[in-house]
């Protein structure tokens, strides 16, 4: 079944605590980005990637990194996670102008 | 001015009505529409793609105006299950990875 997964799907941390959500495809897409989800502001871009090896920062990509070592993955860091960083995150890939969502992950930073 | 902009509802509307939704775009260069449904705490997912020359799929229709710069989407015979939020998405490349979204139109279809 074409899928994207993210783990984990809910997590609590606390401020300044590392974190990696990770990300997964197994379309072979070349264009993967993450994306945040608050109410208010829809869904924001933080990072994408074009390919393998090749990542660009999207509108809101202050205190997040991410790498493509993979076509198939598209892991998202938080270094030092801060309370503003407390959203609803969205992995996808693309297709020709489709997008395939993750089904998310609820962060909350204390 | 938002790039991509729509009415965030919420639209309330009683099972059985006709309900139209539009998505104003800013970018006259923009190459590709869809139409995303996103129920609540879950991913979006696609409903449509946008045609130039218009679109149906069952109780759905998608139209196109570039004149304009909107799209729109219009729901017949609304059932509670169409009870969403409706983005828009608009892409600016042929490759189709240069796109925004709008901020969606909250649908209630109630009994």
Known sequence: EAQVTQNPRYL??????????????????????????DPGLGLRQIYYSMNVEVTDKGDVPEGYKVSRKEKRN??????????????????????RGRQYFGPGTRLTVL | RKEV???????????GATVAFNCTYSNSASQSFFWYRQDCRKEPKLLMSVY????????????LNRASQYISLLIRDSKLSDSATYLCVVTFNNAGNMLTFGGGTRLMVKP
């Open chain 1, 12 to 37: 609590i941390t606390v401020t300044g605590k590392k974190l990696t959500v990770t990300c997964s495809q197994n379309m072979n897409h070349e264009y993967m980005s993450w994306y945040r989800q």
């Open chain 1, 74 to 95: 598209f892991p998202l860091i938080l270094e030092s996670p801060s309370p503003n960083q407390t959203s609803l995150y969205f992995c996808a890939s693309l297709d």
């Open chain 2, 5 to 15: 902009e729509q009415d965030p509802g919420p639209f309330n509307v009683p099972e």
């Open chain 2, 52 to 63: 130039s020359s218009g679109n149906e799929d069952g109780r759905f229709t998608a139209q």
